[in-house]
């Protein structure tokens, strides 16, 4: 059973700064599609960012020119690297991977607060 494990969360002021790590049990990265979600309260989980085996990547637009994500398949690891933080980007955040365009894992999520 692969696991996903979030890390890197926690509380920043608007502007700041955070990278979340995202580490996988197996050699999964490199052959699936990895991505990030978030969720806020009373809102859907929507998908901020992916990237797919082949090294291509969708940003959502609402974080577009502020996130990046990318993978290190020797690590087995996917990083979101949040720029610019605005207190919309309060959400858990969640590693998930895809195959065949399917999610079939999900971490347990890590919270990130944009506060001053």
């Known amino acids: 059973q692969v696991q996903l494990v979030e890390s890197g969360g926690g509380l920043v002021q608007p502007g700041g700064s955070l990278r979340l790590s995202c580490a996988a049990s197996?050699?999964?990265?490199?052959?699936?599609?990895m991505g990030w979600y978030r969720q806020a309260p009373g809102k859907e989980r929507e998908l901020v960012a992916a990237?797919?085996?082949?090294?291509?990547?969708n940003i959502a637009d609402s974080v577009k020119g502020r996130f990046t994500i990318s993978r290190d398949n020797a690590k087995n690891t996917v990083y979101l690297q949040m720029n610019s933080l605005r207190p919309e980007d309060t959400a858990v955040y969640y590693c998930?991977?895809?195959?065949?365009?399917?999610?079939?894992?999900w971490g347990q999520g890590t919270q990130v607060t944009v506060s001053s």
């Open positions: 990237v797919s085996s082949a090294g291509n990547t």
């Open positions: 998930t991977a895809a195959r065949y365009g399917i999610w079939h894992y």
């Open positions: 197996g050699s999964i990265v490199s052959i699936y599609t």
